[in-house]
């Protein structure tokens, strides 16, 4: 797909794009070859405000098959072969004539073109129309000496001006030409949409949709079972929720009394899988978190522990106070977060944790604990309950039989676990289909960039992570692709030290979001590729008379780039609009959208999304392709055939205006 990204934005990904920089006016277009910034094929810079563009050039060409031409353009070989208008001719009318003088007048009953050939010849043309307005002036058109006309352009029905070209191109035989290109291009046209619609066919399997239906059921449940009876801690459930499926860790910042130990034990619950506890503190020792040393190994000369029961042998953990832990409990506990291994003796063996969620009332300070706050990848500022949220759970409690500390059964046997293992694969594998789009990539690794320049360094086990859970978060919010409501979650993984950086987090995505939907929204993209193909046309028609210039073969070349990006916009369009309407089909529109939002927090993903964007009109971005795919084809052919065919498909280099 066409990528539109501001001319100071430095690219990585390769493939076609096109920049507008709104200091200098200008797109320019081009191809990105590697990963170093602004290493283009070829870039062409095309004005857009530094000459002023005839009205029949600003717009595409306009190929008229109703009555009467109110605006738009017409090539004359339309009249001369009878498709267009009621002819009187005499002589007989001649297809291969050449028409060197046009008058056009314009009453109720339609227009009437009086049309003179290089032999002296008269032609008239009657279209009738209606809505045509009364006893308009005679508006005339002439080719200067040694030229023939080639187009004729109309605004509000009156003859505005015309295109020329050398009298000796043949128009018939150009026209012939076209009509072949046109056959080709259609025919390409054709693969494209069939290729497209396989695709779309082979991307919504229905085995898919069942699974993941079941998946959102589930974490919809247990979304409940988490926040139930607590006010203002959806978010941190969320975040639980999504480390849970990611196999991440999260780490709760906040006051004691906020329900970060309750959640955790939810979070078992909800699993049915085994639970550990422990607060740390400098005076801890291994055995209190990793578990006793064997005696039975011992007098074997072996050290091992006995883990049952302990940190390696949970489902789900909860560590208090983490950053209080000596160096002998830290040691250990490195490898087990990251890489879910413990080293027992000399053995390493495979632990079950699916997430550990770690809590404390203040951050650490120093650099020796900086590895442990990598491990882990979820961050979130806790806070009390507002006073709004404090009075509905003190009625909610007292209007009930529940008291705050609820008791917790570890004999989960009797409930069937809501999210297993099972569900963990299904997800991650689910997850590995969606697609990943190389703009919001760069996002991500500019607010790294931008972190890193804050004094907050990202490590590359933190971006890889971060991508990955995204997906994730992505796919089991019912999406193919990641949108920038996504990049949202990077609020809880890129910031270490104090809520400024989360605020800063924010506002750098939020610009930068705004921007990617201003320049890449379905209309801004339609229009940026419709407007290149204008400026393509205005630069290559002058240039036609030396087709060996730089300027000709720049012209040439963003043509080609351009087919290509259109051919990847429709495709990713055509899917797209295809997984909406499956969506749409299998879950009802509102409820496909409310999902979308399960991970993100509401206020942030309706500042980023704004209002829903229009799908692209895939008619209007066919036209634009057979056009690009025309001019493309065209100047593929011979010197000669390639002047004729241009004549036709642009026009010749002069326009003559109407007087």
């Not at 991500?444 to 360094?457: K, Q, S, T, W, Y």
């Not at 910031?495 to 800063?504: G, R």
Request: proline share 4%; with cysteine.
């Amino acid at each position: 797909m066409l990528r539109a990204v501001p001319a100071t934005v430095p690219l990585r990904a390769p493939g076609p794009v096109l920049m507008f920089s709104a200091h200098t006016k200008m797109y320019k277009v081009g191809r990105v070859l590697s990963s170093a910034p602004s290493t283009l094929i070829f870039t062409v810079g095309l004005a857009s405000q530094t000459r002023r563009l005839h009205t029949s050039r600003s717009r595409q060409s306009a190929r008229i098959a109703l009555h009467g031409v109110q605006t738009g353009e017409v090539r004359i070989q339309e009249f001369l072969s009878g498709k267009l208008g009621k002819a009187n001719a005499k002589p007989a009318l001649d297809e291969e004539a050449q028409i060197v003088a046009v008058e056009c007048s314009v009453d109720g009953q339609g227009q009437r073109l009086s049309c003179t050939t290089s032999k002296q010849n008269t032609y008239t043309f009657e279209i009738p129309c209606t809505g045509a307005p009364q006893d308009q002036p005679v508006k005339r058109v002439e080719a200067s000496k040694g030229k023939q006309i080639s187009h004729l352009t109309f605004k509000d029905w009156k003859l505005e001006s015309a295109k020329v070209c050398e009298l000796e191109v043949s128009l018939q035989e150009a026209t012939s030409l076209v009509s072949e290109i046109e056959e080709r291009v259609q025919g390409k046209i054709s693969e494209l949409k069939s290729e497209a619609g396989q695709e779309g066919d082979a991307s919504s399997g229905e085995g898919r949709g069942d699974e993941l239906r079941d998946l959102q059921l589930r974490m919809q449940k247990a979304q409940h079972c988490l926040t139930e009876g607590l006010q203002e801690r959806a978010v941190e459930a969320r975040l639980l929720l999504l480390a849970f499926l990611g196999s991440e860790n999260v780490l709760f910042l906040g006051p004691p009394g906020t329900a970060k130990s309750l959640l955790a034990r939810r979070m078992a619950r909800v699993c049915g899988g085994q639970y550990f506890e422990r607060l740390l503190t400098r005076f801890s020792v291994p055995e209190e978190v990793f578990g006793p040393l064997s005696l039975k190994a011992l007098e074997n000369d072996k050290l091992k522990r006995n883990v049952e029961g302990f940190l390696p042998d949970a489902d789900v953990a909860f560590l208090d106070e983490v950053f209080k832990a000596n160096s002998a409990i830290l040691n250990c506990l490195l490898t087990l977060l990251n890489e879910r291994v413990f080293d027992n003796g000399d053995t390493r063996i495979e632990v079950p944790l699916k997430c550990v969620v770690a809590a404390s009332n203040e951050l650490f300070e120093g650099d020796e604990l900086a590895a442990l706050h990598d491990r882990f990848l979820l961050r979130h500022l806790v806070s009390p309950m507002t006073r709004g949220a404090a009075a509905a759970f003190l009625q909610d409690l007292l209007a009930g039989p529940s008291v705050p500390n609820e008791p917790f059964d570890l004999d989960t046997d009797s409930e069937e676990a809501i999210l297993t293992e099972e569900h963990i694969k299904i997800a991650q594998r689910l997850a590995s289909e969606v697609a990943f789009p190389d703009d919001l990539q760069e996002i991500m690794i500019d607010l790294r960039d931008f972190m890193a320049e804050n004094d907050c360094v990202i490590s590359d086990r933190r971006l890889a992570k971060a991508a990955l859970l995204i997906r994730l978060a992505a796919c089991t919010a019912g999406a193919t692709t990641v949108s920038e409501s996504d990049l949202m979650l990077l609020q809880y993984m890129f910031w270490e030290k104090d809520k400024d950086q989360i605020d800063a987090i924010k506002r750098f995505l939020l610009e930068r979001v705004k921007g990617r939907r201003t320049a890449g929204s379905s209309a801004t993209d339609l229009d940026a590729m419709t407007h290149m193909l204008t400026m393509v046309k205005f630069k290559m028609g002058p240039a036609m008379r030396m087709p060996q210039s730089p300027q000709f073969a720049q012209a040439g070349q963003a043509a080609t780039t351009l087919v290509q990006a259109t051919i990847d916009c429709y495709r990713s369009e055509t899917q797209a609009q295809r997984r909406r309407s499956l969506e749409s089909d299998a879950s009802g529109i509102n409820a496909a959208k409310d999902f979308r939002n399960f991970w993100v927090d509401e206020g942030d993903s309706l500042s980023v999304e704004g209002e829903d964007s229009k799908p692209m009109d895939l008619n209007a971005l066919e036209a634009l392709l057979q056009s690009a795919w025309e001019l493309d084809l065209a100047l593929q052919l011979s010197e000669e055939r390639r002047k004729a065919s241009l004549a036709i498909l642009i026009g010749g280099p002069e326009v003559v205006m109407a007087k």
